[in-house]
T-cell receptor
Framework: NAGVTQTPKFQVLKTGQSMTLQCAQDMNHEYMSWYRQDPGMGLRLIHY???????DQGEVPNGYNVSRSTTEDFPLRLLSAAPSQTSVYFC???????????????FGPGTRLTVL | GQQLNQSPQSMFIQEGEDVSMNCTSSSIFNTWLWYKQDPGEGPVLLIA?????ELTSNGRLTAQFGITRKDSFLNISASIPSDVGIYFCAGLGSGNTGKLIFGQGTTLQVKP
């Protein structure tokens, strides 16, 4: 298993540009989440999904969109990038507790985004 | 909403010393997870706890699920330089809504 994969690893955008951060998992996990990590701020939840076709907002959803058309993929879209969105973005997935892995959540390697 | 208080925020210790950090919550959790994050990497799961009172070890790491279900601690024995990093606790409440609640992290530095 590749686990949780994210692309790209690094990205530089200009203010106002849009882009999609990709996330995929091959563990057949139901739950997927997007976090951003800023210095001294810990991990803040942007959006999450409890299954294909179902998404919900986390604590910092503004400026981001998500969709979950398949179990495997959970892309994060920046609609109009702003300097405040400069951050490290982590995707994560976990099972529902009935798949032998209980509630263990696994993270991807991260995407480092700079908005100029 | 649910919040986790993780302490201490940072620690600077001598190699060989033992380390202890903890997380407390005003809410009950059914699952506690402890992660370590190395610089430039994603968090890696260290230990998962599922029952109140449970004590689980992973090498030099030991974590416990508090009996009240509102706290958890992580101990590292005989620290080594590669223990350096940020340690996060995370809790999952009842209802399995999909949202893990994370502590703010403990930054550990180890002096050789």
């Amino acid at each position: 298993n590749a686990g949780v994969t994210q692309t790209p690893k690094f990205q530089v955008l200009k203010t106002g540009q849009s882009m999609t951060l990709q996330c995929a998992q091959d563990m057949n996990h139901e739950y997927m989440s997007w976090y951003r990590q800023d210095p001294g701020m810990g991990l803040r939840l942007i959006h999450y999904s409890v299954g294909a076709g179902i998404t919900d907002q986390g604590e910092v959803p503004n400026g981001y969109n998500v969709s979950r058309s398949t179990t495997e993929d959970f892309p994060l879209r920046l609609l109009s990038a702003a300097p405040s969105q400069t951050s490290v973005y982590f995707c994560a997935s976990r099972g529902s507790g009935g798949q032998g892995g209980y509630n263990e959540q696994f993270f991807g390697p991260g995407t480092r985004l700079t908005v100029l | 909403g649910q919040q986790l208080n993780q302490s201490p925020q940072s620690m600077f210790i001598q190699e060989g010393e033992d380390v202890s950090m903890n997380c407390t919550s005003s809410s009950i959790f059914n699952t506690w997870l402890w992660y370590k994050q190395d610089p430039g990497e994603g968090p890696v799961l260290l230990i998962a706890l599922y029952k109140a009172g449970e004590l689980t070890s992973n090498g030099r790491l030991t974590a416990q699920f508090g009996i009240t279900r509102k706290d958890s601690f992580l101990n590292i024995s005989a620290s080594i330089p590669s223990d350096v990093g940020i340690y996060f606790c995370a809790g999952l409440g009842s209802g399995n809504t999909g949202k893990l609640i994370f502590g703010q992290g403990t930054t550990l530095q180890v002096k050789p």
